[in-house]
């Protein structure tokens, strides 16, 4: 099957990792949006180019099938929310921190979380 212009379209927009397998050495793309895909290739571009076209053909199929497949993260609307579960030791131990640094807690976990990434 061949995927439409639109799903080769759609196929850039998903979040891509490509890694060396030294088991089977070659490159292996994966998505993330898209745990179930893969693909390999002898560069990391082949790797890159041939999981795209799987992910388009996957997008094309779902179509004409009339399933849903996931919508890419890039996409997506965050509200910038999100709730969190902590013990409440270390809920304390944030809430002294942040008093101490004159900051809300709100802002010194975003801060923290941001130098992680």
């Not at 196929?11 to 998505?31: G, I, L, R």
């Not at 929310?81 to 640094?101: C, D, K, M, N």
């Amino acid at each position: 099957m061949e995927a439409s212009k639109e799903a080769q379209e759609l196929s850039k927009h998903y979040s891509y990792s490509v890694n060396w397998s030294p088991e089977d050495e070659v490159y292996v793309a994966t998505v993330v949006e898209w745990p179930s895909l893969a693909a390999h290739g002898d560069s990391p571009e082949g790797a890159l180019r041939e999981l795209r076209l799987v992910v388009a053909t996957c997008i094309t199929e779902c179509e004409q099938d009339g399933e849903e497949y996931p919508e890419p993260l890039s996409e997506r609307k965050f509200s910038g929310r999100f709730s969190l579960r902590i013990p409440p030791e270390l809920h304390r131990q944030l809430t002294v921190i942040a008093a101490r640094e004159g900051v809300s807690l709100n802002r010194l976990v975003a801060t923290r979380l941001a130098a992680t990434i």
